[in-house]
């Protein structure tokens, strides 16, 4: 006669797993999906595609439109699905992104912005 463990090492993984065990009896299971929980690493999407950032800063002008409210992951989102948009300021104060056709080269210094290009 055949063992119990025998039968359940025949068995296909995910079956084995879901139906013959109960949740408490799978232990190695959990942590295994805890560790690449922890090892997943979330980065924020400004911090990939809007690399030069410039805080407490504005580029004058070349204003191509605005909006708001914005944050600046979704200002920077904005920016880069624009074809036009090279730069864009976002205001913290009235929360308003500004996309822009260029930096114009020369910024100036302004509280409560910050500006990106690209």
Request: with cysteine.
């Amino acid at each position: 006669m055949a063992k119990f463990i025998q039968i359940y090492r025949r068995l296909p993984r995910q079956l084995r797993l879901q139906r013959l065990l109960p949740q408490q009896q799978r232990p190695r299971q959990q942590q295994q999906q805890r560790r690449r929980q922890r090892r997943q690493v979330i980065v924020p999407f400004s911090l990939l595609f809007c690399a030069v950032k410039i805080t407490n800063w504005d580029y004058p002008n070349n204003d191509l439109v605005n909006a708001s409210p914005m944050t600046f992951s979704v200002c920077c989102a904005w920016c880069l699905a624009t074809s036009s948009c090279r730069s864009f300021t976002l205001n913290f104060g009235s929360s308003t992104c500004w996309i822009k056709t260029s930096s114009g080269g020369v910024g100036r210094n302004e509280p409560s912005s910050i500006a990106a290009k690209y």
